[in-house]
C-alpha cells in the first residue's frame, strides 16, 4: 500500500517537525513496510526522512530563474525532494492550472527522475452523467501524461469529494479504479474525504493500491490509524 497525506496550506514548521516524529516513530516502531509520503507545505521541507518520504505539493518546471512566487528544482534539490504531486484539483480548479501546464510540468520532473503522483478527477456535474461521461472528462485530464512512466503513482479524486465529507460507494470507486487499471499499470490510490472511519474499507477494495488523505492526515494519530490498517491488510492478504 501507499498512503499519502496532503497538508495543502496547512501546518507551521514546528507543527510539522512534532508531526513527523509520530509517524516516524510509529512506522518504524510498528516494522511498516508500505510506503509513507507526506506533503508538507514549502516551509516545512527541512524534515531529514528515515521510514517516511517526504513529498512537494508543486514545483515550477524550471531548474530556476525569474518565477516570482514559485519554486523550481534547484531549491527542491537542496531539500533532497524526489516526490511531487502534479494535477490535484485544487491546482486545477482553485489555482487556473491548464492541462498543458500540468503536463508541462509532468514532462519536466519526470525528466529529472522523480516520483510524480497524479491527480485525476470529476466535478459533480460530470459525475452525474454517467461513467460514460467521467471517463470521458479524465481522459482529458491524461492529455500529454506519459501513463507509462515508471515512477507514477496515479490518485482518483473525486472533486466533489474532496473535503465535503462524501464519497462515492464502494461500488463507483471499484469501477473507476478497473477502468483506471486497462490504462497503467501504475499503483491506483483513492482520495476524496478519507478518514479512519471509511480508509480501510476503501484500501480493501480492488485495484485500490493506497490512499491520497487531506483533511484527515492533519492529526498525527490519525494518520498512523491508517497506516496501521494498510499492515493489518497486509497480514490478513497474506494468510
Known sequence: MILCANFKANKTRQETRAYMAVVESFVSANDITDTVIVFPPFTALEHDPRNVLIGV???YPVINGAYTGEIALEQ???FGIKTIL?????RRHILGESQEEIAAKFRF???QGFVIVYCVGEPLEVREEGNEALMTYIEKQFEGIDLSYGDLILAYEPV?????GLTPSNEDIVWVHN??????HAPLLYGGSVKVENAGEIMALDNVDGILVGSASLSANDFCEMIAQAAELNTEIGE
Open 76 to 78: 527542491l534539490e537542496e
Open 109 to 111: 520532473f519526470a525528466e
Open 57 to 59: 505539493q508543486n514545483g
Open 179 to 184: 477502468a483506471l487499471r486497462a490504462k497503467t
Open 86 to 90: 502534479i494535477g490535484h484539483s485544487e
Open 160 to 164: 466533489w469529494a474532496i473535503g465535503t
